[in-house]
């Protein structure tokens, strides 16, 4: 877990002028030159790389590339640099940098049924930086002074301890607008069709966006597509006359889907163990060597600075998360130090063990944007050369009932034994042939229940009321 806030500043000058869109060939303001995209692009990649790990996969790293290349030439700015990664992370996502910088998720590709699938999600995030709109949010995103917020997902426009401002990391929270969503998914489909692969991929792949939307699909790590790329099921009918256009001009189509299969098997989904991962309530970093019992049921969020966890319906959350150059001479020092600095009071607190470590346990008042004032049971927890924070809070008046709750997790922290460690092993994604009498629901339980029966059916597009049907060969999710 990397235990360092994500800083990144990128200042580059806006300037105002008047610009060609290179898409539509009209005339519009324009906030920043090529050369600035370009400057946003290059600052962005090795700090979004290193936040956000690279996937080890050098053979599926080069196919990523290559196709994206290739759609990146055909584009109407083949001059930019394009890069294309995949990135080490299991939400759900694909985004584009202002300047060419194009990032597809890890976990997004269980979700892609095939080649012209993905070809179809490159193609439009390629659309969105050759019709600017990346250039466009990300200026808007500037001067709002929108800041990047690790507990986003949960708490909207909060985070503990004051709020983190990012300018080049912004660009993950991008939200386009439904024009230019509808702009970039006939742009992709269109660039995909001039390469052969069967337009047809993006309306499919949409809906199967919509149904995670209706099946509220996994939303962990950084915004997922659903929330930075709005719409998916209105945006399939607004995507079919491109289709069938596309389709009428002639030409031979193919989905490549035995190909991408292949590419597929084996993939980690979920948590990389590397980064720490939750099973049920429990979370566990093989690396670090430590494990946290969260309570029954709350739903884990794992970040690469953070790990929070909320209780379901309620907003009532629990931290764990590396302190950054602790200073003080003792692990007391060190926390009322630490909170003092993040603007929380002590109103009490106490030096004790846990799990056999030499910690100290407190009660803090102070506010958090987005929450108001809360309290906070927080425990800083001295393990070899590092010191972590577990912390539970609360609005004030709901403290005493969740306060228990707190103390128990927190006191669940504990050292994992090497043979502990070696035994954690990630969930892959597995090929798998449908057999007579088999469900949806058999198949997710038959292997080990990694996924739900709503996942698996729409991770092989199919709707989760359906039936996969013998003989058809479809992805699963096998545990580790």
């Known amino acids: 877990m990397n235990v360092r806030f994500i800083v990144l500043l990128v200042l580059l000058p806006l300037v105002v002028a ?10 519009e303001l324009a906030f920043m030159s090529e050369a600035q995209e370009i400057g946003i692009a290059e600052e962005s990649d090795p700090q979004i790389k290193e936040e956000m790990g690279v996937y080890n996969d050098p053979e599926l790293q080069s196919y990523i590339i290559d196709i994206g290349q290739r759609m990146a030439q055909i584009s109407e700015r083949p001059q930019l640099p394009w890069r294309f990664t995949v990135v080490d992370v299991p939400a759900v996502n694909a985004f584009a940098v202002p300047g060419g910088g194009i990032y597809i998720t890890r976990g997004i590709m269980p979700f892609l049924d095939s080649e012209a699938e993905l070809a179809g999600v490159i193609g439009h995030e390629i659309g969105h930086v050759t019709a600017r709109h990346s250039a466009q949010q ?64 993006m309306p499919g792949f949409l809906a199967t966006l919509g149904r995670l939307d209706e099946a509220a699909g996994d939303r962990r790590g950084v915004p997922n597509w659903l929330s930075t790329h709005p719409e998916p099921l209105s945006r399939v009918k607004d995507i079919q006359p491109t289709v069938d256009q596309l389709k009428a001009a002639g030409g031979d189509f193919s989905t490549n889907r035995d190909e991408w299969l292949r590419r597929v098997d084996g993939m980690i989904y979920g948590d990389d163990p590397d980064q720490g991962l939750a099973r049920g309530s429990v979370f566990l970093h093989p690396v670090l060597r430590f494990r946290i019992d969260f309570p029954d049921r709350w739903e884990i969020q794992n970040s690469p600075s953070e790990v929070v966890a909320k209780a379901p319906g309620a907003d009532v959350f629990m931290i764990l998360r590396g302190v950054d150059k602790p200073q003080g001479q003792n692990i007391r020092e060190i926390a009322l130090n630490y909170m003092g600095s993040a603007g929380f009071r002590a109103s009490q607190g106490e030096g004790t063990s846990i799990g056999g470590l030499d910690a100290y346990m407190g009660v803090y008042q102070g506010q958090i944007e987005g929450l108001g004032a809360v309290t906070m049971r927080a425990a800083h927890i001295r393990y070899d050369g590092d010191v972590y924070l577990v912390a539970g809070l609360v609005a004030p008046g709901a403290f005493q009932q969740a306060d228990s709750a707190f103390v128990t997790s927190i006191r669940s922290f504990r050292r994992l034994s090497a043979a502990e460690a070696e035994d954690i092993h990630p969930n892959r994604v597995d090929l798998y042939v449908v057999r007579a009498g088999d469900t949806w629901q058999s198949i997710a339980e038959r292997s080990g229940g990694a996924v739900t029966p709503a996942t698996l059916a729409i991770m092989n597009k199919a709707t989760p009321d359906s039936q996969p049907r013998p003989g058809t060969r479809i992805k699963r999710v096998v545990t580790g």
């Open 18 to 27: 008047c610009a060609t869109n290179p898409v539509t060939g009209r005339r």
């Open 138 to 201: 990300y200026t808007r995103q500037i001067t709002g002074q929108v800041g990047l917020l690790a507990l986003g997902i949960f708490v909207p426009e909060a985070r503990p301890f004051g709020q983190l401002s990012s300018q080049a990391l912004g660009v993950l929270f991008l939200r386009y607008g439904r024009d230019d969503e509808s702009q970039a998914d006939r742009l992709g489909a269109g660039y995909a069709a001039r390469l052969g692969w069967d337009p047809a991929a």
